[in-house]
């Protein structure tokens, strides 16, 4: 599969997701290797309104949205995968002010579950925000509304 190819399922993917659409998260860059999302700064989350700091709940949002759709950079179809366990280490807070990114990539997939891993970083991304760790059950390509599934 093309990087292109990928790059505009990310796209698709991303695109079905209305909360995501609400936040304005958007795919800056996807392949093979992983994919990484941008989470704008804006007031929507804003989590003490005194410091402008970012709302842990945009991070977690951020985190496990680039987990899961990380899992069509990895597979050969576009297919439904929920999130089974989510962990997020938090490092430090985000820096008000400035987007986030989310990076995330998958490490290990079996015919029922896929495994991922990233961070979330501002500036640099040996300087995460946070550690994500991840697993999303493989239910297959029917019922994913990007995929055309039942459900669509």
Do not use: W
């Not at 979330?120 to 994913?144: L, N, S």
């Amino acid at each position: 599969m093309s990087d292109e190819l990928i790059l505009q399922r990310t796209r698709q993917f991303l695109a079905c997701l209305r909360h995501c659409q609400v936040l304005g998260l958007s795919v800056q860059h996807a392949d093979r290797n992983g994919l990484t999302l941008r989470l704008p700064y804006s007031e929507k989350i804003i989590g003490n309104p005194e410091t402008g700091g970012i709302h842990g709940g945009a991070i977690t949002t951020l985190m496990d949205t680039t987990c899961g759709i990380s899992t069509a950079c990895a597979l050969p179809e576009l297919e439904i995968c929920p999130t089974l366990d989510l962990r997020i280490d938090y490092m430090h807070p985000a820096e008000p002010g400035k987007d986030v990114f989310g990076f995330a990539e998958c490490y290990r997939v079996t015919p029922t579950v896929i495994f991922t891993r990233g961070v979330a970083y501002q500036d640099d991304i040996d300087q995460p925000i946070a550690h994500v760790v991840g697993t999303f059950m493989r239910m297959g390509r029917q019922g994913h509304p990007a995929a055309g599934g039942q459900n669509a």
